[in-house]
């Protein structure tokens, strides 16, 4: 009897076999890069299949094809599992070949891959994560974060409102690492810039109503209430501020908001608040235009990690373009001696512990009265240089960077 | 100023009625799961899904046809309950003979599939919903300002939790029910079709978690994944209180929603924790929940 | 010899061949440790009738104790398994005391909620590294002797890991301790009535069944190097419920199968996806695919309605239905 459950399960890893894609030639003739990112679940909007779009638009640009090799795109769900992630990394580096690897939203999925790509030295770009440890205390000679992270978000909004006034703050945290370093990154700027922390608190992630932690908020009496969250935990704290009328005798500072979360609440409820953005699709005509063919596409306005999603692999395709090769060495050398100059940044750099650095900019959302359609959102207050932004050499932990 | 563990007076009844808002929440969703089980001993899993159902017919009501929240919130559950009663017949009613596992396990498929469903079609980030005309506002109470809506959902929470209860232990009605749930196949002796009631039991008690969701659009943002953040601890309520027992699903409700409330103010990091802390100890102390009977 | 111990020993071949068979080693590995964890987890469900809706806090805890062992205290890889074995039949005996003392639903009930609250310790304690995970693990040299950083090497320590875990689980379901499991999962108050301590052997099940769980963790750790928050979630316990459904409960093959064609799932429901959409030129399809979330469910509610025993356990009942027809003839 147990000899036909045998030959059940051999039948089905021969089915698990042969339902591997068929990339068994093994030709270093192809440009392969592999995306990684959350497709069907909470980050979806902001990279997900946009993104992924957005990566193919960087190889249709190029021709799809360097020096008659041709390049090519493998992506998949990770699903907000760093073990389907690491998996996957794994067996596209193994088995697919891949030259290049590129990490989608969530940090704890990007730190996984990183460590994946330093063993097999192949270059990894990290464009949707926060964590700033990618480029920090768990920096790689292959690693590079694209778009931003925790402390040039926690800086730029800092300093800004703090500069613009804001000097007395109060925290709603949510209670984990990142909403923690959120937090503290930003505490450790607005009183550097002068600014006071009147108190903060904490709430569980994933907490679905916030009325009591703003009720705590607004008798502090503080001028800026700082969101130390993101996703639904932002959009349920904005959406419960409006309807205490916290906007009153408060001012919202969003640590880390992206386009698609001012679409979701409506400019009623986000109008007058402030934050850091990378990049914005209304910027300027070079960005107009590549949103448009953007939203041709995918049907929506990019966020700042689709486009960043396109710089970065223009980019790694100019690296293979210039150098020849796609070997990681080769490529990474490149990346850190040349400047991105693309509708994405401007004079941008790649630095040595694998950190880009560009312009960050303060954003502030428009009153409904001011915006002309869908999608127009943002009016932008100033720009903050990326060297001010990013942690400089001298604060890093990361162990590449000769002190 | 007169403090009560050191923070002010107003501030902690402010706390104390914010906490009775999400405790009425608690209770309407509870008094649905008690009152499935308690009549069809089937764990509803799809509870959550269901509210979240309830919240975006209410989106969509006023997305597609422009129907606004009054109407939605009677026509809300009536779909959800029309959904529901093809859950019983079609799925639900095969298990019954079976092990109560199964129709948990069921109900666990049927959310994972809702929730993929909605997710796959409207994405994560969640459908804005204004709070209707009439309830706009806020009212200053002289502790707190409490926006006017919040209001309406403990009144109206109150109001059906109490038509429930009352329906339930002392209508006729009720009384079948609950013969029903003791000892069906007398009660269908007496001519009763206890098969429909079974079936119109389970619609009534997914049409209060659509009711839910009507009532939650405006404070939330309506996403996919508002249902599974909830469940786990309107479960928990439900084992503190005692499950089968009406009474004791409104009251462990409110109760903990207050208690919540209170753990915001001062301990906010274990404020989504505090609910299971309560039930380990209940559980310790009154292994069949505190108004519960041991069947 | 008898077919059934042929047929386990072609298995053990087979297992041991698979890197030479061009079948990619991670993800062989993967499957032995969620099988291993199904085997676990039917223990208690399939063999003892206990419905356990937070077996992921005993696959997590585990992963992480193992893995802040190794890296922090510098563990080597065998004591950090045993650490993170240990931990986990800890948890188990805190969570079974308070979670047997009710039955049935209620029991589940009460796990799912004392799983949640274990998940958000590990939200927050900071050895986990909250959303990030814990990264980085060394995967050390096993015994002094074995070099882990190789796939290879690692594929053979995770098979022997395996075949030692199901040899616990087949030992004890065929011991007398394994008899009165069943007895309890059949009839409980006849077993009372029999004389058994019920309470101690439920609690003695789940414990074992914890402990197994917990060894599979610290396996799945060294593999990926890493512990997340996802390991942990009630989603992943209701996904290894699903194993055993699909393999088939009560039988001790059939979560083996349930954990291969759950793992082949989630790794391949993107290119399924992406082939039906191709075919039938319906573009939906390709977002079918990529929600990993429909498919489970879908097959969570058709197994439950249609398919109860599992593949395993319909294989089986067909079997017996054709020999009994045969001995008819």
Redesign the interface.
Known sequence: ??????S???M??GF??A???AFANISDDVIRIGFVTD????Y??IDG?GGIEAARMAIADMGGQINGKKIELLF??H??????A???A??WF??QKIDMLIGGTN??VN??LA?IAAEKKKVFMAIGAA?S?LTGA?CSPYTVHWAYDTVALARGTGSAVVKAGGKSWYFLTA????GHALERDTANVVKAAGGEIKGQ?????????F???L??AQ?SKAQILGLANAG?DT??SI??AN???IGKTMKLAGLLIFI??I????L??TQGMQFTDGWYWDQNDETRAWSAKFEAKVKRKPSMIQAGDYSAVSFYLNAVKATGSDDGDTVMKWMKSNKVNDMFAKNGYVREDGRMIHDMFLMEVKKPSESKGPWDYYKQIAVLPGESVFTTLAESTCKLIKK | MITIFGIPLQAFLGQLLLGLVNGSFYAILSLGLAVIFGLLNVINFAHGALYMFGAFLAWMGMSYFGLNYWVMLALAPVIVGLFGILIEKFLLKHLYKLDHLYGLLLTFGITLLMEGLFRSFYGVSGQPYSTPEALRGATNLGFMVLPNYRAWVVVVSLVVCFATWFVIERTRLGALLRAGTENPRLVEAFGVNVPLMITLTYAFGVALAGFAGVLAAPILQISPLMGSNLIVVVFAVVVIGGMGSILGAIVTGLGLGLIEGLTKVFWPEASSTVVFIIMAIVLLLRPAGLFGKEK | MNRQALGYILFVAFLAAIPVLGIYPIFAMKIMCYALFACAFNLLLGFTGLLSFGHAAFLGGAAYASGHAIKAWGFSPELGILYGVAIAGVMGVVMGALAIRRSGIYFAMITMALSQMVYFFFLQAKFTGGEDGLQGVPRGTLFGLIDLKSDLNLYYVVMVIFIVGYLIIWRTVHSPFGQVLKAIRENEPRAISLGYDVERFKLLAFVLSALLAGLAGSAKMLIFVSATLSDATWQMSGLVILMTLIGGMGTLVGPVIGAFIVVLLENKVGDFGSAVAKLTGVEWFQRLGESVTIVIGLIFVICVLAFRRGLVGELNAWLEKRKSLSTRA
Request: hydrophobic content about 40%; proline content about 4%; glycine content about 8%.
């Open positions: 009897m147990k000899l036909r459950t045998l059940a399960s051999l089905l890893a698990g076999l339902s591997q894609p497709m069907a679940s909470v979806s909007d299949p998949a769900d699903q907000n599992k760093a073990d389907v690491a998996a996957k794994r067996e193994d088995q940090s704890g730190l996984a460590g964590a440890d768990q209670d984990y690492a990142f608190v904490r709430a569980p992630l994933n907490s679905s109503d009325s009591s932690f009720l705590q008798s639904g959009i349920n959406k419960a309807e205490f009328g698609n979360d679409h979701s609440l409506g009623n409820v």
